[in-house]
Nanobody, 111 residues
Framework: QVQLVESGGGLVQAGGSLRLSCAAS????????MGWYRQAPGKQRELVAA???????NYRDSVKGRFTISRDNAKNTLYLQMNSLKPEDTAVYYC?????WGQGTQVTVSS
Protein backbone atom coordinates (compact mmCIF):
# COMPACT_ATOMS: atom_id res chain seq x y z
CA GLN A 1 0.00 0.00 0.00
CA VAL A 2 1.39 3.37 -0.95
CA GLN A 3 2.35 5.72 1.87
CA LEU A 4 1.47 9.39 1.52
CA VAL A 5 3.00 12.44 3.21
CA GLU A 6 1.25 15.77 2.93
CA SER A 7 2.68 19.23 3.42
CA GLY A 8 1.91 22.85 2.71
CA GLY A 9 -1.03 23.70 4.93
CA GLY A 10 -1.13 26.69 7.22
CA LEU A 11 -2.81 29.93 8.20
CA VAL A 12 -3.45 32.50 5.50
CA GLN A 13 -5.57 35.61 5.13
CA ALA A 14 -8.53 35.66 2.80
CA GLY A 15 -7.34 36.22 -0.75
CA GLY A 16 -4.07 34.48 -0.11
CA SER A 17 -2.59 31.33 -1.60
CA LEU A 18 -1.23 27.99 -0.47
CA ARG A 19 0.14 24.98 -2.28
CA LEU A 20 -0.42 21.53 -0.86
CA SER A 21 1.85 18.62 -1.72
CA CYS A 22 1.27 14.90 -1.36
CA ALA A 23 4.40 12.79 -1.77
CA ALA A 24 3.88 9.10 -2.48
CA SER A 25 6.26 6.33 -1.47
CA UNK A 26 5.97 4.66 -4.85
CA UNK A 27 5.39 5.44 -8.47
CA UNK A 28 2.16 7.24 -9.32
CA UNK A 29 2.71 6.95 -13.07
CA UNK A 30 0.09 4.25 -13.64
CA UNK A 31 -2.44 5.38 -11.05
CA UNK A 32 -5.57 6.32 -12.97
CA UNK A 33 -7.23 8.72 -10.53
CA MET A 34 -5.93 10.83 -7.66
CA GLY A 35 -7.73 13.42 -5.62
CA TRP A 36 -7.81 16.00 -2.86
CA TYR A 37 -10.57 16.01 -0.25
CA ARG A 38 -11.35 18.26 2.67
CA GLN A 39 -13.27 18.01 5.89
CA ALA A 40 -14.45 20.99 7.87
CA PRO A 41 -15.48 20.67 11.54
CA GLY A 42 -18.88 19.05 11.84
CA LYS A 43 -19.10 18.32 8.14
CA GLN A 44 -18.56 15.29 5.94
CA ARG A 45 -15.40 14.83 3.94
CA GLU A 46 -15.90 16.14 0.42
CA LEU A 47 -14.06 15.82 -2.85
CA VAL A 48 -12.34 19.04 -3.85
CA ALA A 49 -10.50 18.09 -7.03
CA ALA A 50 -9.48 15.02 -8.99
CA UNK A 51 -7.03 14.31 -11.78
CA UNK A 52 -6.86 11.31 -14.05
CA UNK A 53 -3.91 9.84 -15.88
CA UNK A 54 -4.55 11.70 -19.15
CA UNK A 55 -4.45 15.02 -17.28
CA UNK A 56 -8.18 15.61 -17.17
CA UNK A 57 -9.23 17.46 -14.04
CA ASN A 58 -12.47 17.96 -12.18
CA TYR A 59 -13.33 20.41 -9.42
CA ARG A 60 -16.20 21.03 -7.09
CA ASP A 61 -18.07 24.15 -8.14
CA SER A 62 -17.01 26.22 -5.14
CA VAL A 63 -13.31 26.01 -6.02
CA LYS A 64 -13.44 26.21 -9.81
CA GLY A 65 -11.20 28.96 -11.12
CA ARG A 66 -9.34 29.22 -7.80
CA PHE A 67 -7.79 25.78 -7.22
CA THR A 68 -5.59 23.76 -9.55
CA ILE A 69 -4.75 20.09 -9.12
CA SER A 70 -1.65 18.71 -10.80
CA ARG A 71 0.62 15.69 -10.69
CA ASP A 72 4.35 15.26 -11.18
CA ASN A 73 4.94 11.63 -12.07
CA ALA A 74 8.72 12.04 -11.95
CA LYS A 75 8.52 13.21 -8.33
CA ASN A 76 5.63 10.91 -7.38
CA THR A 77 3.83 13.95 -6.03
CA LEU A 78 0.32 15.33 -6.23
CA TYR A 79 -0.28 19.05 -5.78
CA LEU A 80 -3.15 21.38 -5.04
CA GLN A 81 -2.55 25.06 -5.76
CA MET A 82 -5.12 27.15 -3.92
CA ASN A 83 -5.54 30.81 -4.81
CA SER A 84 -8.02 33.47 -3.72
CA LEU A 85 -8.68 31.53 -0.56
CA LYS A 86 -11.86 32.17 1.38
CA PRO A 87 -12.74 31.52 5.03
CA GLU A 88 -15.10 28.77 3.88
CA ASP A 89 -12.10 26.89 2.49
CA THR A 90 -10.95 26.28 6.06
CA ALA A 91 -10.67 22.53 6.60
CA VAL A 92 -8.31 19.62 6.94
CA TYR A 93 -7.21 18.64 3.46
CA TYR A 94 -6.44 15.02 2.54
CA CYS A 95 -4.94 13.50 -0.56
CA UNK A 96 -6.06 10.11 -1.77
CA UNK A 97 -4.00 7.92 -4.07
CA UNK A 98 -4.77 4.32 -4.92
CA UNK A 99 -6.97 3.77 -1.88
CA UNK A 100 -4.51 5.31 0.57
CA TRP A 101 -5.09 8.56 2.45
CA GLY A 102 -2.62 11.19 3.51
CA GLN A 103 -2.42 12.21 7.14
CA GLY A 104 -4.24 15.47 6.51
CA THR A 105 -3.00 19.04 6.61
CA GLN A 106 -4.84 21.94 8.21
CA VAL A 107 -5.74 24.94 6.08
CA THR A 108 -7.10 27.94 7.95
CA VAL A 109 -8.24 31.06 6.14
CA SER A 110 -8.85 34.14 8.25
CA SER A 111 -11.24 36.88 7.24
Amino acid sequence: QVQLVESGGGLVQAGGSLRLSCAASGSIFRIPVMGWYRQAPGKQRELVAAIISDGTTNYRDSVKGRFTISRDNAKNTLYLQMNSLKPEDTAVYYCKISGSWGQGTQVTVSS
